[in-house]
């Protein structure tokens, strides 16, 4: 049971974590929470269409499928996390006053919104395909002993639940005026995460072959695998055997969603003192 | 976005071209897993070449073939095949495993 429970909890990491920043994110504006509800469902019944047609996805592109599929919904969700920090630059000082009219701030997060259940969706995808296969494994395998594995599985679930909530409620304690600007930071690494990610794929089908070799190697210090691994991967992009290309993407993801940020930002003006 | 969709598809349908062709002419090793066991458990391959692994899932359980030695992760769903690609390897041991029995299931890859 505690093993399943491992292997489920681990899978969750990276998806609790998404949700907990986006719900931090997207606080101020309305009817976030249903966005991300649809989301996290979208994601969940995605993972259930990975995981049935598993097979056919590896064998597409001959043998690379899973991989490129990979590698594109990761660069999906690149494109939507750097459209959001981009729209919440140029919008953002309105949503952050929460005053303003809250009709107002629907009608103009809504594509915002809809871009990041995407990430969420994107997030649970990945995850909840290896979860779904894992558990359909134990009960076809196992059989009447699978239950306790069953219910370790749950657990690892709620777990991962519990790691959302930690992270959302951790960032709620960031001073509102503040957490526009943490949470587009956390958003940008993670985008540039993802970003290392998908180049690591598109290596591992084979597409890209330049500057392939290992930049570093810690994965004795800090495995990837372990669970601080996994968060930092995760949270900023942390890998132990990064190749140069990754880094590059890494540190390129970073400069063009800042230069684009800026670029869309309006004038900088004096901000009033305010009581909050 | 609908652009954006297409441009996405098109840059995927360009770059895997070159995947097609070449997946043909390199070596591929294969590896049957069944029950809690790889076979062969212990792989030679040449040092300093690119090569595939050809992965056999017999069982019922779809297993995840992982390797963090040689950064591999692939699903091999129950009674499938998937094809790995493996970086040339500089000489040395490398593990492979399973990773939803890891404990138990496990491999070794030797490049000289």
């Given amino acids: 049971m505690l093993a399943a429970l491992i292997i489920v909890f681990r899978e969750v990491v990276e998806a609790g974590l998404v949700v907990g920043i986006v719900l931090a994110a997207t606080r101020s504006v309305g009817g976030s929470r249903l966005w991300i509800a649809f989301g996290i469902v979208g994601g969940v019944l995605g993972s259930c269409l990975v995981a049935i047609f598993a097979s056919a996805i590896a064998n597409a592109f001959s043998g690379v499928g899973q991989e490129l599929f990979n590698a594109a919904i990761l660069a999906v969700a690149v494109v939507m996390l750097t459209w959001h920090n981009v729209w919440m630059a140029s919008h953002g000082r309105e949503l952050a006053n929460e005053l303003k009219a809250a009709s107002e701030a629907v009608a103009r997060g809504r594509k915002s919104l809809l871009a990041l259940a995407l990430v969420v969706g994107i997030a649970v995808l990945r995850e909840g395909a290896e979860i779904v296969l894992f558990l359909y494994g134990i009960v076809i395998t196992d059989g009447g002993s699978g239950l306790a594995l069953l219910l370790g599985g749950f657990l690892g679930l709620v777990l991962g639940g519990g790691l959302s909530a930690l992270t959302y409620l951790g960032l709620l304690r960031i001073p509102a005026r503040h957490l526009f600007k943490v949470t587009s930071v956390m958003i940008a690494f993670l985008a540039a995460g993802l970003a290392a990610q998908a180049t690591f794929f598109l290596e591992q089908a084979g597409v890209v072959e330049i500057l392939g070799d290992t930049a570093w190697d810690t994965s004795a210090i800090l495995s990837e695998k372990s669970l601080l691994g996994r968060v930092l991967h995760t949270l900023v992009g942390y890998s132990d055997q990064p190749s140069f290309l990754q880094l590059l993407v890494y540190l390129g993801a970073l400069l063009v969603i800042y230069l684009l940020t800026r670029a869309f930002a309006p004038a900088p003006t004096v901000e009033p003192v305010r009581q909050s | ?112």
């Fill in chain 2, 1 to 112: 976005m609908l652009c954006l969709r297409g441009a996405l598809l098109c840059a995927l349908a360009l770059v895997t071209l070159p995947v097609v062709a070449r997946a043909e002419d390199q070596t591929a090793y294969q590896i049957v897993l069944k029950g809690k066991a790889f076979a062969p458990e212990h792989l030679k391959v040449p040092a300093g070449k690119t090569f595939f692994i050809k992965v056999r899932n017999d069982n019922d359980a779809p297993a995840e073939f992982e390797s963090k030695d040689f950064k591999v992760e692939k699903i091999v769903a129950g009674h499938s095949e998937i094809l790995a690609r493996v970086k040339a390897l500089k000489p040395g041991t490398y593990t492979f495993f399973d990773d939803y029995q890891a404990d138990e299931t496990r491999g070794i890859i030797t490049a000289e």
